[in-house]
């Protein structure tokens, strides 16, 4: 989760026009000037070389901004070498070789999610790219003569753009604006969806997720980076929990309790006991309202496109997010790293409601800003039924769950965390951080390192974890400005024996 912005203006109010965007990107932040625009990019280190941004041609006419993740760079990267061209490092170095090779069309090559900003100094255009579901962020501004494209609306309204210039880029679209005029010349449509249905049966669908799930974590494996899942007692993020243990990845999985079935997730933590780290918590009301005032003040304020059953409008109203957060802060403590979410609508009929309101902006948009006819209905999303079925998954037929995150929250002292299938621990070895010294014991299998301010101070940043692949995930920062904490002196606590952090 990286953020970028780009502007054909000076930006010398960056700590002010980056103040939402930057938290995506924490890692790094490059601010550059080229052929008149300023380019800022926030890194978020996931797979690959750490490459900061942005992308620039050999030539320096092409330049391009990339928030997202590209599944098959390595083996466009292979492509490419084939070509003459070098390996790449980092899967957003795949972006101007396809570009290259396939010009606007080149978001049909790339299987991940992104969004992606091209501007193309030789052609004068500029080419604004969104995957198929539009899941990563994406914004454009047009007004006399000025452009600018960010992760985030908030940064273009920091930038002095009024709302009504400001305008998101939809999920499946490629739009291009010419540099000249300043102008929109054309949008095009990254995939073409084929509406027929005529499966007589959810194997192909079965065997699809489970390539996809595989696709999306074998990155993630071969660097070693932790992942986690919010578990449910329903049936998108089981299906999520099943296929990772069918693929046999090594994952965290956190789950609220409030109106879940306790043995059901008692069940599924059995299930994938191997594979999976269950952590089920009960929150108290104190770090509920915590969670709910650190998002108040830090996250993006997006108002929703459609309309949900509670009423709900704005992500800082959704006691969903709040929860989220606060599983999210659960996981960062655990060295866990990249989440996995999914949601899904099965409609009897596509075509009556394509391109799809529900799925590609309105409700569906919005659960990913948090993270076949007669076969395809006969059971309650029949095709993650026919997969539990097969796999011998937990669930409850025919019965739909959501995500009550504000319930049943009790008034204990601190939450309550249950946790099965504890990862054992992995020594991590000695980190590099400046102003800081490792303390590490030799513990047989390698060396078991903690890392401290030299000083002997409190760090004014510390996210840094030892996740169950031994490697380092977060920051340590001594002696600086920042103070970037997983545990707030004045926020949310971790549970007892749920967190390393201090509580209150």
């Known amino acids: 989760m990286c953020s970028f912005l780009a502007a054909n203006q000076l930006i010398t109010n960056l700590a002010f026009v980056n ?17 008149g625009f300023d380019f800022v990019h926030n890194l978020l280190h996931m797979t690959g070389e750490r490459r900061p941004q942005p992308f620039v041609s050999s030539d320096g006419r092409i330049v391009a901004l990339f928030n997202g993740e590209i599944y098959n760079w390595r083996r466009l990267s292979e492509e490419a070498q084939s070509r003459g061209l070098p390996a790449f490092q980092s899967d957003g170095e795949a972006i101007l070789p396809t570009y290259a090779m396939a010009g606007e069309s080149f978001p049909l090559a790339l299987h991940g999610e992104f969004a992606i900003a091209i501007f193309d100094f030789e052609s004068r255009k500029a080419v604004f790219a969104m995957d198929a579901f539009g899941t990563k962020p994406l914004w454009y501004a047009l ?4 452009l600018a494209v960010a992760s985030y609306k908030s940064g273009l309204l920091r930038l002095g753009f009024l709302s009504k210039d400001i305008h998101m880029v939809g999920p499946n679209r490629v739009l291009t604006i010419s540099l000249e005029t300043f102008s929109i010349v054309k949008q095009t449509a990254v995939f073409e969806f084929d509406l027929r249905q005529f499966k007589t049966s959810t194997e192909d669908f ?3 997720f489970n390539e996809a799930v595989q696709l999306r974590t074998q990155d993630l494996e071969q660097t070693g980076r932790p992942l986690f899942i919010g578990l449910s007692s329903g049936f998108d993020s089981g299906a999520i929990h099943a296929s990772l243990h069918q693929n046999s990845v090594r994952h965290h999985a956190f789950a609220l309790l409030a ?23 009960l929150m108290n009301d104190w770090d509920f309202e915590q969670e709910r005032e650190w998002l108040s003040e830090r996250a993006e304020p997006f108002n929703y496109l459609g309309r949900n059953l509670t009423g709900q409008i704005n992500v800082l109203d959704d006691y969903a997010a709040i929860g989220l957060s606060y599983i999210v802060r659960l996981s960062r403590d655990r060295g866990a790293l990249c989440y996995l979410s999914g949601t899904g609508l099965f409609p009897e009929n596509l075509s009556t409601i394509f391109p799809w309101g529900e799925f590609f902006l309105s409700t569906q948009r919005d659960y990913l800003h948090k993270e076949e006819h007669e076969v395809k209905n006969r059971e309650y999303k029949s095709p993650l039924h026919d997969a539990f079925v097969g796999w011998g998954y937990p669930f409850e037929r025919r019965k739909k769950t959501g995500f009550a995150a504000r319930a049943n929250l009790v008034s204990d002292d601190y939450s309550i965390l249950w946790r099965y299938n504890t990862h054992p621990p992995v020594p991590c070895g000695p980190h590099v951080a400046p102003n800081t010294i490792s303390l590490c014991t030799d513990m047989g299998q390698g060396l078991a390192c903690e890392v401290k301010c030299s000083d002997d101070q409190p760090p004014s940043t510390d996210t840094l974890r030892c996740g169950h692949r031994g490697l380092w995930v977060g920051h340590i920062e001594c002696g600086g400005n920042s103070s970037a904490t997983l545990w707030p002196k004045n926020g949310p606590a971790p549970p007892p024996g749920g ?6």
Do not use: N, W, Y
Request: proline letters at 6%; a positive charge; aromatic letters at 6%.
């Open 143 to 146: 007004s006399g003569g000025k």
């Open 206 to 208: 079965i065997h699809a």
């Open 499 to 504: 967190g390393t952090g201090l509580g209150r």
């Open 259 to 281: 109106e879940e079935m306790p043995q059901m997730l008692h069940d599924r933590a059995m299930f994938a006991k191997s594979t999976s780290e269950v952590s089920v918590v």
């Open 19 to 35: 103040f939402f965007l930057q938290p995506r990107g924490p890692d790094v932040t490059t601010h550059v000037r080229l052929h």
